[in-house]
Nanobody, 122 residues
Framework: QVHVVESGGGSVQAGGSLRLSCAAS????????MGWFRQAPGKEREEVAT???????SYADSVKGRFTISKDNAKNTLYLQMNSLKPEDTAMYYC????????????????WGQGTQVTVSS
């Protein structure tokens, strides 16, 4: 079983910044695939940013240039630096993790944290 815990959410005015953190644990000697997702009220969950084991990153178009994902593989800790926040960034932010496939690919995220709320006021 993999345990995922997020932290760092809060309330901020538009234009401000927040940094989210996420720690994954459970299997020994495993580097997890990890990513950030969010869900706003009345909307479907969407992928915000992910990072593969080789360090390559992927961002939703809506956050490119404003958000930066980073990961400490040794600690299985994931970060999301969010700058120039907008009211439309308001959502519950979830961290997800999963061991990679046998080929070392990040194909799925089965383990999820409880989420951390980010609220951006105009």
């Amino acid at each position: 079983q993999v345990h995922v815990v997020e932290s760092g959410g809060g309330s901020v005015q538009a234009g401000g910044s927040l940094r989210l953190s996420c720690a994954a644990s459970g299997y020994t000697d495993t580097t997890y695939c990890m990513g950030w997702f969010r869900q706003a009220p009345g909307k479907e969950r969407e992928e915000v940013a992910t990072v593969d084991l080789d360090g390559s990153t992927s961002y939703a178009d809506s956050v490119k240039g404003r958000f930066t994902i980073s990961k400490d593989n040794a600690k299985n800790t994931l970060y999301l630096q969010m700058n120039s926040l907008k009211p439309e960034d308001t959502a519950m932010y979830y961290c997800a993790a999963d061991p990679p496939s046998l080929g070392g690919y990040c194909l799925r995220y089965r383990y999820w944290g409880q989420g951390t709320q980010v609220t951006v006021s105009s």
